[in-house]
Structure formats: structure tokens, C-alpha cells
């Protein structure tokens, strides 16, 4: 499904970011996964889910019953959080391609 | 805990010539994947290897091919280098069918970053 995030977002140490990412045409199979990335260093999975609150020890994934839209929560932000974030929605099977839109940068300031 | 191993982390080649990049996947991966990431853009995917058999094909030129062997190590050859090809080029990998039913997550690798002259 395709999806649409903030080009770019700026916070401050210790506060909490929400990423908003808006996918309207998302099919029932699919399920939504975030990741993180550095500058030249290779994606990391954050959290992925499918509906309702996902919550590990890194961030919270919050998904609306219409599952047009979903939030993923950075609490307390720290200056190593800065990196570009991207949302991902689709049903991928065993050994698909993941398709990358166009991520958040998030940028966190002292 | 072991992580994606991708070889060389950098690599410099002229116009023409050929590359090789080697990706050791997690230990119990059975899944490995191919990306591309130019300058200032997204990551792009190549192809993609399930139980050493081309699985799901992107945006990958003819030039390069890949294959994944018995011990589940992958290799990306590219050949007839163009100027454009310079990227940073990501190995991932996934445990497939052994792991958790969790949707595909891919754990990447650091990178081999290519230059062409």
C-alpha cells in the first residue's frame, strides 16, 4: 500500500515524538512495520502491527480501528535518535522485497 | 548476538570492470535480500534468495546476477560497471519459514559501499 509520512520532523532531547504515517488504501492482509536507519549504515526494524497499540522496549506503534493511519511513539528522545524512520505497510510473504517510500527525517536537538 | 556480514564494507572500481559482493546472513536465516541505496535516496530492492532459489525479483539490472549457496551465503555479481552504480549495497536476511510468524522482518547488514570511477 502506498504511504505517506512528514518529509521531516525536529524535536528536542527528552521529548516524545509521534510519526504519523497514512496509508488509506492498506488491505486487510497487511501488516505495518517500521524501521530506523543511519547514515550509511543498513535499516533496523523497529516494531511492526497490525491493529490496536504494539509496544516494545524501543518505541510504541499505535493503529486506529480503521487501520488508515498508524503513529509510531519515540519516547524521551535522545540525540542518537536522529535518523531517518520509515513506514512500511504490505502483506509480504517469505522472501519479498520490502519497498521503501520516503522516510522521516528526524532530527534531534540538545 | 550475530549479525549480517557483508564484504568488503568498501569497494573502488572503474567504468567496465567487475564487482563481487559477498553477504553471510544470521546463523538460521535461510532468506537473504538484496538492496541498493544511491546518494540521498531510498533503499531499493534487487532480488532475493529463499532455500538457495531466486525468490522475488526488483529493480535489478541485467548486468548483475546473485545466487545463494549451500551454506546460505549470498553473492552479488556486477559486471560492466557504470558510474551510476555507485551505492551503498545492503545484504539482508530473514529466518523465512523457520522463524516467528511475524511479517518478513529483514535484519540488514552494514553495507558495502561501491564506488565506480
Known amino acids: 500500500a502506498k504511504t505517506t509520512q512528514p518529509i521531516s520532523m525536529d524535536s528536542y532531547e527528552g521529548q516524545e515524538v509521534n510519526i504519523t504515517c497514512s496509508h488509506n488504501n492498506i488491505a486487510t492482509n497487511d501488516y505495518i512495520t517500521w524501521y530506523q536507519q543511519f547514515p550509511s549504515q543498513g535499516p533496523r526494524f523497529i516494531i511492526q502491527g497490525y491493529k490496536t497499540k504494539v509496544t516494545n522496549e524501543v518505541a510504541s506503534l499505535f493503529i486506529p480501528a480503521d487501520r488508515k493511519s498508524s503513529t509510531l511513539s519515540l519516547p524521551r528522545v535522545s540525540l542518537s535518535d536522529t535518523a531517518v524512520y520509515y513506514c512500511l505497510v504490505g502483506d509480504s510473504g517469505v522472501a519479498d522485497g520490502l519497498t521503501f517510500g520516503k522516510g522521516t527525517h528526524l532530527i534531534i536537538q540538545p | 548476538a550475530a549479525g549480517v556480514i557483508q564484504s568488503p564494507r568498501h569497494l573502488i572500481k572503474e567504468k567496465r570492470e567487475t564487482a563481487t559482493l559477498k553477504c553471510y546472513p544470521i546463523?538460521?536465516?535461510?532468506?537473504v535480500y538484496w538492496y541498493q541505496q544511491g546518494p540521498g535516496q531510498d533503499p531499493q530492492f534487487l532480488i532475493s534468495f529463499y532455500e538457495k532459489m531466486q525468490s522475488d525479483k526488483g529493480s535489478i539490472p541485467d548486468r548483475f546476477s546473485a545466487q545463494q549457496f549451500s551454506d546460505y551465503h549470498s553473492e552479488l555479481n556486477m559486471s560492466s560497471l557504470e558510474l551510476g552504480d555507485s551505492a551503498l549495497y545492503f545484504c539482508?536476511?530473514?529466518?523465512?519459514?523457520?522463524?516467528?510468524?511475524?511479517?518478513?522482518?529483514?535484519?540488514f547488514g552494514a553495507g558495502t559501499r561501491l564506488s565506480v570511477l
Open positions: 546463523p538460521r536465516h535461510d532468506t
Open positions: 539482508a536476511s530473514s529466518p523465512g519459514t523457520s522463524g516467528p510468524l511475524a511479517k518478513n522482518i529483514q535484519y
